[in-house]
């Protein structure tokens, strides 16, 4: 009897943690968001699965306001920052942004490798689990065509570039977990990937991105070591966010069918500067976002799979530009800042690894529209979780965002 009551004393003792909550809150919220890109919709009644994830944003929300809760100028700059997105949120129609920020602002004193262990084990096992499922007609395997050879398969994910999507940033994942083991047999294991994209999803800016992962990675390890040749590559790595956000704006505003280089740019781009261009002059640029318009292929209700009419397509797919026209101009900055100083961090500590993916994070968003979509991207919470650990008098000391 003793012992229970003591028992119950430790238990009431216990404080509540923050991180603890944040990381139970980031799986249930994952896994609602995965099954958001897949066919598995069909199962869930409504918006069954949307209100479902208020749950661990709340979660969330009570561990920034009251777990984390220190001084009134970081409650002020925290209702700021939610002010924003809300403002946001109901300014652009888009969802996506809400939950996003929440879980950057929240992620403080969370630790970035377990979120990542947590992402690479739940990702994987559900990518599985709906690939083999659509494999054996549990869920729609959703079949599209470009041309008339070119067939691009699904495997129980919305769109073809969606499921190649999920695969690129699980291997990012591993690549950051495991940076330092990365060897040529994991290569192989890309190349081979890549190639599989390529042939069943006609991917192919996954199935490139993958490949440039290679050099990225490999540049990254050895400037880890000490190579200073690839130290002082490496050391631009935190450049390219702002600077492929500005050339890809730049291009997008600037493009015409009679400029021929950019034309060339936007036939290598499968029309993205076509479509970007086209939102831009219809859609002025706003602080806080906008309502538009989108028309894209298929999805869960089949649109265009059977009778192949492109006529009424439009969809902005460049991360760096749809965040510019839908989100407005204030969140494209904030965006863009929190992956130079990810960046700039992994690099000032001589780690590189974080570094290194962002490369292949900008290129994606360079490209593709799933740089703010928690169901495939990560890596911006790691805007103020712990990250990186420096050598100092002999001691391993926590580096913060």
């Not at 991180?19 to 919220?29: G, K, L």
């Not at 781009?269 to 640029?285: C, D, I, N, T, V």
């Not at 495939?376 to 650990?389: E, N």
């Amino acid at each position: 009897m003793t012992s229970l009551i003591d028992k119950g004393k430790r238990i009431g003792e216990m404080r509540l943690n923050g991180p603890v909550i944040y990381e139970i809150a980031f799986s249930f919220y994952f896994v609602i968001a995965f099954f958001q890109t897949s066919t598995y919709t069909d199962y869930f009644p409504g918006n069954f699965l949307h209100e479902l994830s208020f749950i661990p944003l709340i979660m969330v929300l009570f561990k920034i306001f009251i777990l984390d809760y220190d001084t009134k100028s970081r409650l002020i700059v925290n209702l700021a920052v939610l002010a924003l997105l809300v403002l946001t949120w109901r300014a652009s129609g888009s969802y996506l942004i809400f939950p996003m920020g929440i879980f950057i602002l929240g992620a403080k004193n969370v630790d970035f490798r377990r979120l990542m262990y947590l992402y690479l084990i739940l990702g994987t096992i559900l990518l599985a689990f709906v690939f083999f499922s659509s494999l054996l007609g549990l869920t729609k395997n959703l079949v599209y065509h470009r041309g008339v050879d070119t067939v691009r398969r699904s495997f129980g994910i919305i769109y073809p570039t969606d499921f190649a999507a999920h695969v690129l940033y699980l291997v990012l994942a591993y690549c950051y977990l495991y940076f330092k083991k990365v060897g040529w047999r994991s290569y192989l294991v890309f190349c081979l990937l890549a190639y599989g994209l390529n042939k069943y999803c006609d991917a192919r800016l996954s199935a490139y991105a993958l490949i440039i992962l290679i050099p990225v990675i490999f540049i990254g390890q050895k400037a880890s070591q000490g190579n200073r040749l690839c130290q002082f590559i490496a050391s631009f790595y935190w450049t390219l966010p702002a600077l492929s956000a500005y050339i890809m704006l730049l291009m997008t505003y600037l493009y015409s069918p009679q400029r021929a280089l950019l034309e060339r740019v936007n036939n290598v781009l499968s029309g993205r500067l076509f479509f970007g261009h086209e939102a831009l002059m219809k859609y002025p640029f706003k602080w806080i976002g906008q309502r538009i318009v989108e028309h894209g292929f298929g999805g869960n209700s089949g649109h265009m799979i059977a009778t192949g009419d492109n006529s009424s397509y439009f969809f902005v797919d460049s991360a760096f530009v749809r965040t510019f026209i839908i989100y407005g101009i204030i969140v494209l900055l904030l965006v863009v800042i929190m992956m130079t100083v990810i960046s700039w961090q992994s690099i000032a500590t001589h780690d590189f690894a974080l570094a290194s993916i962002l490369v292949i994070v900008t290129i994606s968003a360079v490209v593709e529209q799933r740089l703010l979509d928690f169901g495939y991207d990560p890596f911006l919470l790691a805007t103020f979780a712990q990250c990186y650990l420096i050598h100092k008098k002999g001691k391993l000391t926590e580096v913060k965002n």
